[in-house]
């Protein structure tokens, strides 16, 4: 197994572990380390595509998938330094 098949391995296991403990009740969906987790998994996963398996429609779908878990932490840190 390649490095960035590993990369992109652990962004899918980070993401649903993710989604399970958000569906579980153990994890809030909008909390940072929920948002963190699929940022980050997001992040690998494009990895490997970009670097050694491009595909279109799984770079637009991780590619989306970071923007929104990004959007929802810079969401918390606004609120944060509001109040």
């Keep these: 197994m390649s490095w960035t098949d590993a990369a992109g391995l652990a962004g899918v296991l980070m993401i649903l572990?993710?989604?399970a403990g958000a569906a579980l009740g153990r994890l809030d969906p909008k909390g940072v380390w929920s948002l963190l987790a699929n940022l980050i998994g997001a992040c690998a996963?494009?990895?490997s595509l970009l670097i050694a398996n491009f595909n279109l429609s799984s770079t637009v779908m991780e590619?989306?998938?970071a923007l929104v878990a990004l959007a929802g932490l810079i969401?918390?840190?606004?609120l944060k330094r509001r109040g």
């Design 45 to 47: 996963i494009l990895l």
């Design 75 to 78: 969401r918390l840190a606004v």
């Design 17 to 19: 572990v993710a989604y």
């Design 63 to 65: 590619g989306s998938w």
